[in-house]
């Protein structure tokens, strides 16, 4: 895997085209715990609720590509498994990266798909992870053959 900077929404249309192209399947972790995130009335994402028609699979988890938390937040984190599809590729393609640097205060932080939370995200072919985000480090990681 090596790192990847996705400068534009033109850069992260070529890459989620490509992804869609390859994988299978694609996942997003969405933190259980209230002090992860700040959402309008503690709702799920928006991110989210558009695309669960598509899921295959839910489950809450500690570990995922590129993450593993510490013991005491355990089990805090819901993994959700979406279908590769026309209808979930046009929802994606509806923002501009997978995630966006954010500055209040003078303080850096990352955000995911327009709202004031982290999310990341993993594609998949055949259950072998293609590209995956660590999204609180900035961090995008791709497959060298892609």
Do not use: A
Not at 87 to 110: A, G, H
Not at 132 to 143: K, L, N, S
């Amino acid at each position: 895997m090596k790192n990847i900077i996705i400068k534009d929404k033109k850069q992260y249309l070529i890459l989620l085209k490509k992804l869609f192209d390859k994988c299978d399947s694609f996942k997003i972790v969405v933190p259980l715990n209230k002090n992860f995130f700040n959402l309008n009335n503690n709702s799920m994402p928006l991110i989210i609720q558009k695309l669960l028609p598509y899921s295959t699979n839910s489950e809450n988890t500690s570990t995922w590509s590129g993450t593993k938390v510490s013991r005491g937040q355990k089990k805090n984190y819901r993994i959700y498994t979406f279908k590769i599809c026309s209808q979930t590729f046009d929802i994606m393609k509806k923002y501009s990266n997978f995630f966006n640097v954010k500055v209040e205060n003078e303080i850096e932080y990352y955000t995911s798909f327009n709202e004031d939370i982290q999310l990341d995200i993993s594609f998949f072919k055949d259950n072998n992870c293609i590209f995956y985000t660590t999204v609180h480090e900035g961090i995008c990681m791709i497959e060298k053959e892609l």
